[in-house]
C-alpha cells in the first residue's frame, strides 16, 4: 500500500512557487473565509439575519433622504430599487475592505508562528464578505417580484460585473491590508474611508444627475462604473457614461490588483516583524 505523500510548504523564492504555495493552502484559504464569517456574527443575537438587514435598512434610510426629502428623479423605476441595486456592491466592497484592512492585525498571532503565503488572509476576508453579498441578493430577488420588474438579456453582464468589483476589492484589500500591517494609523483612516466613498459614490442617486462636465473626473471612482453597471443590468437604465464608467472601473481594477498584489508581497517576508 502506498504511503500518502507528504506535501512540504516552504515560503516560495519566485512567483512560480508562491503560485505552488497557495494551491497547496487553499483548503486553509476556505477554512479561514468560513471562520471569519463564523465569528461575524456568531455573538448576534439575530446572526447571519444581518447580512441582509444591513443593505435593507441603509437602502431605507437613503430612499427616505434622496427620495422623500430631496425628491431626487428615480430614472423610472422604484427608488427603493434604485438605491438597493447600489447598496449592493457597495455593502460588498464596504465591508470586505474593512475586513481586508483588519486580517493581518487579526491574526499577528499565526503569522508569527507558521509559514503560509500571507495573501491568503485578505483573500479570505474579501471571500467572506461574498457570501453576505449572496445572501443580499435575495433581498433584490423579492424586490423585482413585488415591484413585478422582469429583468431583460442584460442580465447575463450581471456575473461579469460581480467579477470586476471582486477584483476591485481584492486589490483594494491587498493595498490596505499591508499599509495597516506597516502603519498603525491606517486603522483609523479605514472607517474613514469607507465614509467618504459612501458619499462620493452614486448610491443613494443615479449617476444621470451629476453634471457631463464633471462626469470623466467623477468617473475615476471605480465604484461609479460598478454601480452604474448594476443599475443597468438589472434595471436597463443606462446614462451618458456608462460604457466609459465601465472601462475605467476595468482598468482601476486591473491596476489595482496587479500594483495591490506587488506591494504585498514586497512587505510578505517581514510581516511578522512589523507586527
Request: glycine share 6%; charged share 15%; net charge positive.
Amino acid at each position: 500500500m502506498d504511503k500518502p505523500r507528504e506535501i512540504i510548504i516552504e515560503p516560495g523564492r519566485s512567483i512560480r512557487n508562491y503560485w505552488g504555495d497557495l494551491w497547496h493552502c487553499r483548503e486553509l484559504f476556505l477554512y479561514m473565509a468560513w471562520r471569519d464569517l463564523l465569528l461575524r456574527y456568531k455573538h448576534l443575537s439575530i446572526g447571519f439575519a444581518w447580512a441582509i438587514l444591513r443593505p435593507f435598512l441603509t437602502m431605507l434610510i437613503l430612499t427616505l433622504i434622496f427620495s422623500r426629502l430631496a425628491k431626487l428623479p428615480s430614472a423610472g423605476v422604484p427608488y427603493s430599487l434604485l438605491v438597493y441595486v447600489g447598496m449592493l456592491p457597495w455593502q460588498f466592497f464596504a465591508t470586505a475592505f474593512t475586513d481586508a484592512g483588519n486580517s493581518l492585525t487579526n491574526k499577528e498571532n499565526i503569522i508569527a508562528k507558521i509559514y503560509f503565503p500571507r495573501l491568503i488572509i485578505p483573500a479570505s476576508a474579501v471571500l467572506g464578505s461574498l457570501v453576505d453579498f449572496l445572501a443580499a441578493c435575495s433581498v433584490l430577488i423579492g424586490m423585482m417580484i413585488w415591484y413585478r420588474i422582469v429583468p431583460d438579456w442584460r442580465l447575463v453582464a450581471f456575473p461579469l460585473l460581480v467579477m470586476l468589483v471582486l477584483t476591485i476589492t481584492l486589490g483594494a484589500g491587498f493595498w490596505i491590508s499591508a499599509l495597516a500591517a506597516k502603519y498603525k494609523d491606517f486603522r483609523y483612516v479605514i472607517p474613514f474611508m469607507v465614509q467618504v466613498g459612501l458619499y462620493i459614490s452614486p448610491i443613494g442617486f443615479h449617476a444621470g444627475i451629476v453634471p457631463e462636465k464633471w462626469l470623466i473626473l467623477y468617473s475615476l471612482n471605480p465604484m461609479v462604473g460598478v454601480i452604474e453597471g448594476f443599475r443597468w443590468s438589472v434595471l436597463g437604465i443606462e446614462t451618458q457614461m456608462l460604457i466609459t464608467s465601465i472601462q475605467m472601473s476595468c482598468a482601476t481594477a486591473g491596476l489595482l490588483l496587479i500594483s495591490g498584489f506587488y506591494y504585498f508581497r514586497g512587505i510578505e517576508r517581514s510581516l511578522a516583524e512589523i507586527l
